[in-house]
């Protein structure tokens, strides 16, 4: 799998570009704004996106979502639990933090364990509630990466005092969910610089503990 970071100029989001370098077909991760960068990656890789996928519905990770689905055909894809986030401009922190206000509605919506296929690549689906209500990771066990939205970051986690959040579900995703991958997958997250499994467990001040609840 290819992996492109793109990191938006507004809001310093990591939106992911991931591709099967045989097909050239490949799913684009939290398009959070900087339609026109995104695009121009795409048209200059000439790829074929199969997907648009949101690990959460906060402005910074879906304001270019409608406008990179216009372009691409590809549907959007978000866990079912993060539709009235998604929707509402309060709530997703558009109306209060954006130069525009921001709502959408998934064209497909996720759960728990399904799997999303690309080219010939997959992902599946971790339910990780806890910076929201709805968000989710997208696990590639071939490729040994994570991606993990604002649910862990290098040594921190995603802040729980916003609508949804819940301090005692992130910690309970992250131990029980995302600790338990191989400790050498790769972690690509909403924001700053990738990390390791590994690293995390030992050097997380938040959660540091591999003890499961």
């Known amino acids: 799998m290819v992996i492109e970071k793109i990191v938006t100029k507004s809001y310093g989001t990591n939106v992911y570009i991931c591709y099967d ?7 684009i991760i939290d398009p959070g704004n900087d339609a026109d960068a995104i695009m121009n990656f795409v048209k200059e890789k000439g790829l074929e996106i199969k997907h648009i996928l949101l690990t959460h ?6 304001l270019a979502a ?10 959007i894809l978000a866990h079912a639990d993060e ?6 401009p309060e709530l997703n922190f558009s109306r209060q933090a954006a130069r525009e206000e921001c709502s959408l509605s998934p ?4 759960h728990d364990g399904d799997t999303i296929n690309f080219g010939g690549e997959s992902f599946k689906v971790i339910a990780t509630p806890g910076h929201t209500k709805g968000g989710v990771c997208f696990y590639s066990d ?3 990466v994570l991606f993990s939205g ?3 970051f290098c040594e921190s986690v995603g802040r729980t005092d916003l609508p949804g959040g819940d301090f005692s579900a992130i910690e309970y995703s992250i131990r029980n969910k995302l600790y338990t991958l191989p400790p ?3 972690v690509y997250p909403g924001h700053s610089r990738k990390t390791t499994i590994a690293h995390e467990m030992v050097s997380n001040p938040h959660i540091k503990s591999v003890k499961k609840l």
């Open 150 to 152: 604002d649910t862990l």
């Open 142 to 144: 071939a490729d040994n």
């Open 184 to 186: 050498e997958t790769t």
């Open 57 to 62: 519905g906060h402005f910074d990770h879906i």
């Open 107 to 110: 064209d497909t919506l996720l």
């Open 66 to 75: 409608k406008a990179v689905a216009e372009q691409t055909g590809a549907p």
């Open 21 to 27: 370098e045989a097909s050239n077909v490949g799913v």
């Open 83 to 88: 539709r009235e986030l998604l929707g509402d």
